[in-house]
């Protein structure tokens, strides 16, 4: 189990120091697939240069399964990288390239070769062992990386944004390889992503990162369905916001709210889990919880702005009275509101399930 407890870094700088991570706390648990998601420049690979003892902290502790890992030389510590540029070397084999890390720590000969035979055939590559690394493709390369980082068998493997340089396909196969390695070693995994996509599909447990501060932690499905603020609502899938009046929360900690929206119409939602006063508030809407009825049947009500075709289905950009913007998604099938055209008034229609 990592243990990363009120962590720091700040960069000193010429005019003005500058706060890289802002008091960061998060707690990986053993075999865990943990994801480090957050947009560019928010702190992520600092996280991980802390951890893996490339860089010191400012304040702040980090313990793996209960051992100091801030006193110890990053070559001490069971904790591998997986960086994004591979870093692997190119006149050297496939074969050469896995086992390098293991002669540097004097490995057995005998040992290196059969740990180089098993991360082979673990990521796939005994076919491609005695080739060059400057001879192989992208996704082979990073097949290499891993294995070479595997080799060791650390306790916790960081990867930092390790399949950002690989094509959408190639990175949907290597999205279900790293499940797959992750699973059959039991390693730990920390993996770095700023795609929100990737990190809902691959993780046990997301870490929301902005600014150098964790803002949620959870497993994907709770994060995406209940965002503890605006930023993760944002961030994570795509969200509508449309302004409301909170006339009241309902009941005691029932989770409800009844609120009044811009066309006058009262609804429940759900409530925040935190303390909110009855006035103006924002409702975060999923696109897939929204649907377009005839005007005088929605709970919002608005003009159609823009129609974007996507092949499955189709985009309506509505702005609804009060003005905000709601992005909504239809099916292409007959008879789904396939006659709507920018400036036609529609109605909204929101709920779980319904409709779609
Ligand atoms: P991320 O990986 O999430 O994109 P980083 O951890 O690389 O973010 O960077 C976080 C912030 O810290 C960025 O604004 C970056 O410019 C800054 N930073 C990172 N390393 C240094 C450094 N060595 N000196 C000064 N600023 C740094
Ligand atoms: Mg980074």
Known sequence: ????????????????????????SITVKDNEFFTLLGPSGCGKTTLLRVIAG??????????????????LPPYRRPVNTVFQSYALFPHMTVAE???????????????????????????RMTEMADRKTSEISGGQQQRVALARALAPRPKVLLLDEPLSALDYKLRKDMQLELKRLQAETGITFIFVTHDQEEALTMSDRIAVMNAGSVRQIGPPREIYDHPAERFVADFIGETNFVGAEL??????????????????????VQAPSGPVANGPVT?????????LVEEAQGLLKGKVENVVYFGTDTHFHVIVDGGDLFVLRHQNQPGQMQHLAVGDRVGLQIGRGAGQ
């Open 1 to 24: 189990m990592i243990e990363v407890d009120s962590v720091t870094k700040i960069f000193p700088g010429p005019s003005m120091d500058f706060t890289a991570l802002g008091g960061v």
């Open 54 to 71: 490339f860089e010191y902290p400012t304040s702040g502790s980090v313990h793996l399964d209960g051992m100091d890992l801030l006193s």
């Open 97 to 123: 390239n896995i086992g390098f890390g293991l002669e540097m720590l004097n490995r057995p000969k005998k040992e290196v070769r059969k740990t180089v035979d098993e991360m082979l055939d673990l990521v």
């Open 247 to 268: 006339l009241e929360i309902e009941g005691e900690g029932e989770g409800f709210a009844r609120v009044r929206l811009s066309s006058g119409i009262e609804a429940h």
């Open 283 to 291: 409702l975060a809407i999923r696109p897939e919880h929204a649907w």
